[in-house]
């Protein structure tokens, strides 16, 4: 059976992060308001954007609390970017912090402020020359234990995984590798204790 991805919809590139996991083989349905929370989530996708915009849309459509049940009782996550800083447990400037479910501390607006983007190939976990497309990308500038670096640019982490959550500040929906995403679904598998990729 497929595993089953929630896309969090309500701004950003949710399009791209559903497009992504559907070619690495996942079922993708967009979360906008808690009825979707029905139905089921194996993973749940936290989409670059604008983090305060998509902060206060999940105050408004009333996502924020049951989300933050789901992330506290162990869903998986996969985050880029600005959904990074809504896992962040600090932001740097005095927040505010959202979901704080990630013990990192980012700084907003760290990469990219001259050009707004750019990107690089580096090493993402077990994968060489991944390409990494940084966007106003936030800098994570500490990590608490047991946060594990995937990736790494100029020194800095740029990419973690701690648990079920894996948080990159750079986009890997935008390139058309799809290892990064590969990795976090049959992690998805192995935690479980069976495999939902099977058949994918
Ligand atoms: N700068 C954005 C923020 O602070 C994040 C940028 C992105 O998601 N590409 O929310």
Wanted: glycine letters at 14%; one cysteine or more; a neutral charge.
């Amino acid at each position: 059976m497929k595993p089953s991805v929630g896309i969090l919809a309500l701004q950003g590139a949710f399009a791209e992060q559903a497009a992504a996991f559907r070619e690495a083989g996942a079922e993708t349905f967009e979360i906008r308001s808690p009825p979707d929370l029905s139905r089921r989530l194996d993973a749940l996708v936290l989409p670059g954007g604008e983090s305060t915009v998509q902060g206060r849309l999940l105050e408004k459509t009333g996502l924020f609390g049951p989300l933050a049940d789901r992330i506290r009782g162990g869903l998986p996550v996969f985050a880029t970017c600005a959904g990074l800083i809504l896992l962040a447990e600090r932001i740097e400037g005095g927040g505010p912090e959202w979901f704080a479910a990630l013990p990192v501390t980012v700084r907003r607006n760290a990469y990219g402020r001259q050009l707004g983007s750019f990107s690089t190939i580096g090493k993402a976990g077990e994968d060489e020359d991944v390409p990494m497309t940084f966007i106003r990308a936030p800098a994570i500038t500490a990590t608490g234990p047991g946060v594990e670096i995937l990736s790494s640019f100029g020194g800095a982490p740029t990419g973690v995984r701690c648990g079920r959550i894996a948080a990159f500040a750079w986009h890997p929906e935008l390139s058309a590798d799809r290892r990064v995403v590969k990795r976090f679904l049959s992690s998805l598998g192995e935690r479980a204790g069976h495999d939902v990729t099977a058949g994918a």
